[in-house]
């Protein structure tokens, strides 16, 4: 628990200096597919093959070319079956043998699956897994052929089909070593209990690749099956026609048989990370892959450092951002720690100085805490005060101090500066100690500094909008009281007993200034000025105008509240033709930061390049400031004063 504390401190304070690098990810398959990268010895061996190339055509080694991170690397290439045993290639097929499959299906299934084994390479070890109402395998992965093809002719039907099963069974085939591969072949969906996530999960665990083969069923977008395939990188065929089953399952070994085996030197001293890309020609044509991997050291050579996280767990913390980050947490809490110091322990006055302090404002201020506060009650007022001294030096207490009154907060300045603060620093902290992801601590950080100031400009719009929506009814009431024969004074007091939060408290505080000393339109005034309503202010200004020169206050007060109810009628008819164009700004300004800070807690590596190059830094750039521009664009654009 206490190495988590550190490093989350450490990544705290190392925010501003961390610059961090995903591990791994594979980009999109383009026309050549880069299928397995391992570090042997001092060279790194890439398994690169060429789906669906045309019979006949082979690709040309010399030709290959080989980039990491966009710098060339010197390469060379050599058809699989000329390579030796450079790679283990293992391939499992998992086949439907339910009832569904009988007949001539059934037949197929086993013609194609005699065919795959006639076609795989020898140096192949092939394994043979079957499903229905149990899950067998019939041969574990072998390079003898001859065996796995009079396993396929006795295969027979049962029921049911636990095809989850079959998945995870075949999983559990290929080992763990080199390039794995299954092919999966069935005609139904799953009658387990198995959840369709932890085959995901499973799968994508594993590292083998599952190709599917879904015979004489339509296949709806995000079935089981595409799931499956999509987490591997696999791909998903769908046939009802039972001779192509047979050139499927072909095409399929024919890859294995077209494979290349490139090599280039292994990164020496440390883990390398950067996205490989690797293109050969084979007739005139162009085929290239790339993937975001780690390479790992050449073996003998020196690494101190250990091997670099799963993208999935998002950036690394580099040791000498951790050690900076804690450095600058303790002597920022250091300072913090002797400010409070000065603030708890003052330094001892003279019998004098002791005397005159009694007369000043700070002095009567200590005499009276000192008097009835303990010590935690000293550390809250230190901090308090600390925060006091930064608000007072910038002049913006008045401001806040309306603003926290208008929300309806009963917090002085100081202390929602201090309250504030303590959540932007412990929503980082919380976020890195749950997650040791700094871009996720980087995102707490930034939501801890913007939420709170958010939720206060939330509570002071709302409040001050239901006070001017209330203050029709509330003069049609202050009207009815003084035809009853009520004063002014006596007439708010009514309101007081019988009106509704925000009109209330903040008439209440009139009705105290009044019987205070404070004449009744100051008091008034008083609450326009704190609200910042301008309808109020103008009922004031009424008020002050017929205590001078006299008339029919209730009539006046009657004709005030009629305007006010049209124009709040106004109002809300505004914001209801407006509400499109404002959900508007809101949806189209949020969706892309909220968009990117998904990508960055689910594929980091795929959004690696436009946080680690100059030139997406630039992208970044500008690609917030026209947000931001588009943003406010929207907003003055749908907003009318009324």
Known sequence: MTTRILRALGALGALPLLVGLPSVAHAADTEGRIDHVETSGADVTVLYSIPGLTAGVTPDPSSISVTIDGKSVEASAEPVEGSGDAVRRTAVLAIDVSKSMSGSKFRAAQQAAQAYVDTAPDDVYVGLVTFASDVTTVQAPTQNHAALSKAIDSLKLTAATHLFDGVLQALDETGDEGQRSILLLSDGRDTTETRLSTVVDQATATGARVDVVSLDQKLKENSPLEQISAATGGTVTS?????????????????????????FPAPSGKTQQGPLAISVDAKGTTYADDAFVTLQPAEGSSETGPVAEKASSGLSLPKPALFAGLAMVFVGLALVLSFASTRIMPAEATPMQQQLSLYTVHGMKRSQKSAKQDSGGQLKDSAVAIAQDLIDRRDFEESLSHKLDRAGLRLKAAEWILLHAGLTVGSALAGFVLTHNVLFAVLSLFFGAVLPWLYLSFKERRRIKAFNGQLAQVLQVIAGALQAGLSLPQAIDTVVQEGEEPVVSEFRRAIIEQRLGVEIEDSLDTVAERMGSMDFKWVVMAIRIQREVGG???????????????????????????AEGRLSAFILGGLPPFFFAYLLLVRPTYVHPMLSEPLGWMMLGGAATLMAVGFFWLQKTVKVEV
């Open 239 to 263: 046939t009802s026609q039972l001779d192509d089953l047979k050139a499927l399952f072909t095409e399929e070994a024919n890859d294995l048989a077209n494979q290349l085996v490139v090599t």
């Open 552 to 578: 029919n206050l209730v009539e006046l007060l009657l004709n005030v509240a009629a305007t006010l109810r049209e124009r709040e009628y106004l109002r809300r008819q505004v914001s209801v033709l407006s």
